[in-house]
């Protein structure tokens, strides 16, 4: 069981948008900054969004993040075939001084 | 380019012992905390240990907790994790992750390419 809930998985279309939610609480989400990954099959995680809604150098302004309280929420427009992956947010909880996972999205176009 | 390189994985019996490296390059790596990251097959993340710029401060996850020890040398730009009393539950792809900042706080902004532990008798 993960300190952040994120759904198992979500679906769309490609070029459509999607959301992916993190739910924590006052400890984690709602005192601290969140970032979220992308994981490829196969590959590494690459983080997407840093600081709440900071995305990297290099990436596309399709993604973006957003922070209210002791939730966050991913934003993925203009959907492609390149952004089935799994995707997994992550901050830092003030109480355990550790850092946390969600239990990762499966995003899969319909 | 930012590249962190693990090694040291393998198999090994419960109770047995590994050590994990990852040897950084691209960046100065006293500059940064690092972190340890690891994924059972076919599961998600799991925040293993972190260690801050200097290794004055470290954390772990509670399921290592007293078993794996994570270190540093600057002067060598590596990071380490050792892993004694080892479970079966300990098998996972292990990431070395490079931090943002000086302290243990994510985000985790560079990723190595990951190394398997695989426990069992």
């Not at chain 1, 809930?5 to 924590?24: D, E, L």
Request: charged letters at 15%.
């Amino acid at each position: 069981q993960s300190v952040l809930t994120q759904p198992p998985s979500v679906s769309a279309a490609p070029g459509q948008k999607v959301t992916i939610s993190c739910s924590g609480s006052s400890s984690n989400i709602g005192n601290n900054y969140v970032s979220w990954y992308q994981q490829l099959p196969g590959t590494a995680p690459k983080l997407l969004i840093y600081d709440n809604n900071k995305p990297p150098s290099g990436i596309p302004d399709r993604f973006s993040g957003s922070k209210s309280g002791t939730s966050a929420t991913l934003g993925i427009t203009g959907l492609q075939t390149g952004d089935e992956a799994d995707y997994y947010c992550a901050t830092w909880d003030s109480s355990l001084s550790v850092v946390v996972f969600g239990g990762g999205t499966k995003l899969t176009l319909l | 380019d930012v590249q962190l390189v693990e090694s040291g994985g393998g198999s090994a019996q419960p109770g047995r012992s590994l050590r994990l490296s990852c040897a950084a390059s691209g960046f100065t790596f006293d500059d940064y905390a690092m972190h340890w990251v690891r994924q059972a097959p076919g599961k998600g993340l799991e925040w293993v240990s972190g260690i801050s710029w200097n290794g004055a401060r470290m954390g772990y996850a509670d399921s290592v907790k007293g078993r794996f020890t994570i270190s540093r040398d600057n002067a060598k730009n590596s990071l380490y994790l050792q892993l004694n009393s080892l479970r079966p539950e300990d098998t996972a792809f292990y990431y070395c992750a490079k931090s943002r900042d000086y302290e243990l706080p994510p985000p985790c902004d560079y990723w190595g390419q990951g190394i398997l532990v695989s426990v069992s008798s």
